[in-house]
């Protein structure tokens, strides 16, 4: 046996001497996780590495605390990981050949939108909540640019799609267990619960409005990208989108189930027209069916018993915009408009941080950054979605991968309107990291073939 063989055997052993320790001192689990890191240094090369870790980090992050050590539910695997994927992508960091310009463009937006919303942080009353939010905002714009760094041919964007695809089916069997039994995993929100609130499900996420936005905003990815050429594709695809509407439907999320049936019908009509008109024309006898009428019901429930959550929110923008009034549009500073507005709300309405949450993210980010930053990520909003329409008018009659990117973004603002700390959702900026990944591909191309062409006429 060689050295080199002799040494991974160590590490492995090392790995699992460790980890068998870690059920006893919960300090030590963590020490697995960089042995695992040295012994696949063996067996891939640094770039490989890095592009592995940011697949397991983007993963890691729809799991959250779930996959924390044991005593410790603030060291999970995602924090435990992105400073080592940050080491690994400065360590095999090149240069900005592989950033179309248009895309530059966002990304330098994006810094914009970060440096001032960070001078704001000069008069912000509450620091400590602004360091923490200014935090997000730099760990968005790195999973955005990372996403279009290491997703840079649909090979990649495929091979993301099947693991999502495990992750969408873990989330609609968690889900369906918690709306079966009335019981959730421990980061839920939902523990606690009574009466009917206590079925909704919220999967590996904290809320019921956070599983309804990441089926919104990655079932379509998973049915474009996901390849489906066998009858078990096929079959997989179909049962993946009525369990997602199911799920979406048992969640109560308004925005999001108006979302998820329009894409879908999207997608659909894109794919077959005659089998999109076909769905609508079955609607009413699917209606009709013993089994559909709890559905029904349920839908009705969803749009007509929710006036005091409308309300509430309906209020807490109301504040909102009075305080971006009376700030004259320059800001309270990072993560300090949740704090502003606990004063006009009960406790029972208030976050852990004692903030309460916006449930807008536009008015939010005008509120806490001002004028000049709320303009910055407005902009980025805007040629993401004018880039998006554009690659989707200029191949509106191919495949249906083209008019992903459009989707997402059309979605995106509403979607923001659901969830209470959009910020703070890592999937939302993964979503945009794949988003620009398209558009970032794609021009690229195309600007490859032009040169071509020149060089061909010349």
Not at 3 to 32: H, N, R
Not at 371 to 400: C, D, T
Not at 410 to 434: D, M, N, Q, R
Request: hydrophobic share 55%.
């Amino acid at each position: 046996m060689n050295k080199a063989v002799t040494l991974k055997v160590i590490f492995v052993l090392i790995f699992l001497a460790l980890l068998s320790v870690g059920t006893l001192y919960k300090e030590v689990l963590v020490l697995p996780f960089f042995i695992a890191i040295v012994v696949f240094s063996f067996f891939f090369t640094l770039k490989q590495l890095a592009e592995m870790t940011w697949i397991i980090l983007v993963v890691a992050s729809f799991f959250g605390s779930i996959l924390s050590i044991p005593g410790y539910e603030s060291l999970f695997l995602y924090r435990i990981l992105l400073p080592v994927q940050v080491l690994l992508l400065l360590l095999t960091w090149k240069d900005w050949s592989w950033l179309n310009r248009r895309v530059r463009t966002l990304l330098l937006l994006l810094i914009g939108w970060l440096i001032a919303a960070a001078i704001t942080l000069i008069w912000a009353k509450y620091p400590v909540a602004g360091f923490r939010n200014l935090y997000y905002i730099i760990e968005a714009i790195y999973l955005i640019g990372t996403g279009i760094y290491y997703l840079d041919s649909k090979k990649k964007l495929e091979r993301l799609a099947l693991l999502l695809c495990g992750v969408i089916i873990i989330n609609i069997s968690i889900a369906m267990y918690e709306i079966t039994t009335g019981l959730h995993l421990k980061k839920s929100a939902l523990n606690g619960a009574i009466g009917n609130v206590q079925f909704l499900p919220s999967g590996t996420f904290f809320n019921p409005n956070d599983l309804a936005s990441f089926l919104v905003i990655f079932l379509p990815f998973v049915l474009v990208y996901m390849q489906s050429e066998t009858v078990f594709g096929k079959i997989m695809k179909i049962s993946l989108s009525v369990m997602s509407v199911y799920i979406i439907i048992a969640t109560q999320s308004r925005i999001a189930l108006v979302l998820i049936v329009g894409i879908l019908f999207l997608l659909l009509v894109k794919k077959s027209w005659k089998w999109g008109v076909l769905i609508v024309l079955s609607i009413p006898l699917i209606i009709q069916l013993p089994a559909m009428q709890q559905i029904t019901e349920q839908v009705n429930q969803t749009y007509t018993q929710k006036d005091t959550s409308t309300d509430l929110r309906l209020e807490i923008t109301n504040y909102t915009w009075q305080t971006i009034q009376d700030t004259h549009f320059i800001g309270l500073g990072p993560g300090n408009v949740q704090m502003a507005l606990a004063q006009y709300f009960p406790a029972d309405e208030q976050n852990g941080e004692g903030g309460v949450s916006v449930h807008n993210f536009l008015l939010e980010v005008l509120a806490n950054y001002g004028l000049l930053s709320a303009l910055f990520l407005f902009l980025f909003l805007y040629f993401v979605w004018q880039f998006s329409f554009r690659l989707w008018y200029e191949n509106k009659g191919k495949e249906s991968w083209y008019a992903l990117p459009l989707l997402i973004s059309i979605a995106f603002p509403f979607i923001s309107f659901a969830s209470s700390t959009t910020l703070e959702k890592s999937y939302v900026w993964i979503s945009f990291g794949i988003i620009l990944a398209i558009l970032n591909h794609y021009f690229k191309r195309t600007e490859l073939e032009n040169e071509k062409n020149n060089t061909f006429n010349k």
